[in-house]
């Protein structure tokens, strides 16, 4: 099945004159027991203007943080709310919520763990999806789901397309972490995140499956590079380019 991958690199009652809604809304510090991972996953989502005072069900983007972020990095540092609230103003995007999770607690982060010891992906497929997609009104079918990150949620985001290609209509990661350079380099890379007991076998195992540059071989897929820095400036600048890509494969 075609899909499409855009790349860059490098209960409270509100008044009722609230309920125009004129601009979305963040909800923070949100939170999901999961019986996988054994404690509670934090969470943040947007809400698109409009969303308390309609019926319709919206398009949602899982958007995923980098290493030594959590699920704030992007209303916080990334000005989620505000540059969404732009582009769907403006046209450029279509209403949708944006649902940002945390990895933090394993050394895997968005990955499992090797040994099954932090199971996050099964967690965010199994648990987290089901469970955002039964609390808010999300049109929960492939066409109307992406996913993007930056930096490792990059690297996670791209993986996560590859892995469950039935989930994404579209996959776009900002900078994403490439992982090791060459195969010889895995146990380097991959030691401190959580495999130092592996063996080659199963390092090798492990890169072949998480490695973007060992991922692109399978794919055919859309590269785009334009310059700027790792940072965050690179990220609120790229993210009205991933809202309306995004829009476009939604409509």
Known sequence: ???????????ITLPL???AQPDGRVLENLTIDSRLLGQEVSFAVYLPPGYE???RDYPVL??????????TSWVQSGEVAYIADKAISEGKSTPLII??????GGKS???NGYQGEWPYEDFFFQ???PSIEEQYRIRNNKRYRAISG?????????????HHPEMFSSVCPLSPGSGPIEPGDARDFYGPRGLSEASDQEMQDYDRTHSILRLLDQIPHEFRMRDGNHNWQYWRESLPEVLEFISARFR
Do not use: N
């Not at 649902?99 to 933090?104: A, L, T, Y």
């Open 62 to 71: 899982y958007l995923l943080h980098g290493s030594g972020g959590d699920h």
């Open 150 to 162: 930056l930096s490792m949620g990059g690297r996670s985001s791209f993986a996560y397309g590859i």
């Open 109 to 111: 982060g968005f990955f």
């Open 53 to 55: 005072s309609s019926q």
């Open 127 to 129: 648990e987290f999806i």
């Open 17 to 19: 004159i609230m309920m």
């Open 1 to 11: 099945m075609k899909k499409t991958v855009c790349f860059t690199w490098p209960l």
């Open 99 to 104: 649902v940002m999770p945390s990895s933090k």
